[in-house]
């Protein structure tokens, strides 16, 4: 079964209506050993890093998600804070992934960057792309963004290039909200799913 992360900065409802449009169970999970009972965990969050990070550290999450071997899907800011650092009230994340969240630039274009934009693939293949294609659009709404590195499994430009799908081991991280962005995204969550649930399926 998913889990669904449940702290003060998780968008719950919207990823938990996603899963049911796609059949799959799931429950919410607040602590550790709730957690210990998933196949795969989905990571929300939206609002600013330093409060998600700290309810992950009141909620003893943060340790659990950086020990953790489950496939593990975070979202906006759930893949935000899997990265060493955030500019947005210099945030000390979870460092799972190499490099740190900087702030568009104000004077370059509004921000926050909000609405539909389009990807580009940096990778061949990655289970999580599968059947996604080069230029699909997806829905975004944030104002601090991950540079592109060598993690990155997708780009995408506003003001510049920067991180839209990250993988690290059995991490994976999407700057856009899936479960707002229409059948592409549904696409990216039945990926996920299969890569819990049916991983010889997506090596295929």
Known sequence: ???????KAGNTASVAN???RL?????????????????????????????????????????????????VLGICVGMQLLYETSSEGNTVGLGIID??????DESQAKVPH????????????HPILR???????????????????EDTLAACNYINDFTAIVAKD????????PEKSGNVGSLILQ?????????????A
């Open 23 to 71: 059949g799959t169970d799931y429950y919410l999970a607040e602590t550790p050993d709730e957690l210990n009972k998933a196949d795969g965990i989905i990571f929300p969050g939206v609002g600013h890093a330093g409060a998600a990070m700290q309810s992950l550290k009141d909620q003893k999450i943060d340790t659990w998600l950086k020990n953790t071997e489950k496939p």
């Open 99 to 104: 490099g740190g969240l900087e702030k568009f």
């Open 191 to 203: 990926n996920f799913l299969d890569m819990v649930y049916s991983p010889e399926k997506v090596k």
């Open 114 to 125: 909000m609405g539909w934009n389009r990807i580009n693939l940096q990778v061949e293949s």
């Open 131 to 149: 059947n996604i294609i080069p230029k699909h659009y997806l829905y975004f709404v944030h104002s601090y963004y991950a540079p592109v590195s």
């Open 18 to 20: 996603a899963l049911e």
């Open 1 to 7: 079964m998913i889990a669904i992360i449940k702290y």
């Open 170 to 177: 059995n991490f994976i991280g999407v700057q856009f909200h």
